[in-house]
Nanobody, 125 residues
Framework: QLQLVESGGGLVQPGGSLRLSCAAS????????IGWFRQAPGKEREGVSC????????NYADSVKGRFTISRDIAKNTVYLQMNSLKPEDTAVYYC??????????????????WGKGTLVTVSS
């Protein structure tokens, strides 16, 4: 059974860092693109970052470019989102999601097949 489990969320002060993890089971990351999405209170869910199944392509929302980095560990079947210089507006529930396609690199929300349950990130002093 294909499953995604996020972890690593928590409370952090503005300017701080967190690393989120998305542990995948039941499939290999090399065949799926993995995207990170977030939903802030009262707002729609938005895409944050995506990494292709090949690992050769990544992309980021403009709001997080230069601050967030997506990466993965094939041996651990886990995708990470390193978040630096966090701002209060980064507060949200963060989800990872998967879509079949080794060379998919943009992770459109409507195409994502599988979703984790999310992890809460709160940026506050």
């Amino acid at each position: 059974q294909l499953q995604l489990v996020e972890s690593g969320g928590g409370l952090v002060q503005p300017g701080g860092s967190l690393r989120l993890s998305c542990a995948a089971s039941g499939f290999t990351l090399e065949l799926y693109a993995i995207g990170w999405f977030r939903q802030a209170p009262g707002k729609e869910r938005e895409g944050v970052s995506c990494i292709s199944g090949s690992g050769g392509s990544t992309n980021y929302a403009d709001s997080v470019k230069g601050r967030f980095t997506i990466s993965r560990d094939i041996a651990k079947n886990t995708v990470y989102l390193q978040m630096n210089s966090l701002k209060p507006e980064d507060t949200a529930v963060y989800y990872c999601a998967a879509v079949l396609g080794r060379y998919v690199s943009n992770c459109p929300e409507s195409r994502m097949n599988y979703w984790g349950k999310g992890t809460l990130v709160t940026v506050s002093s």
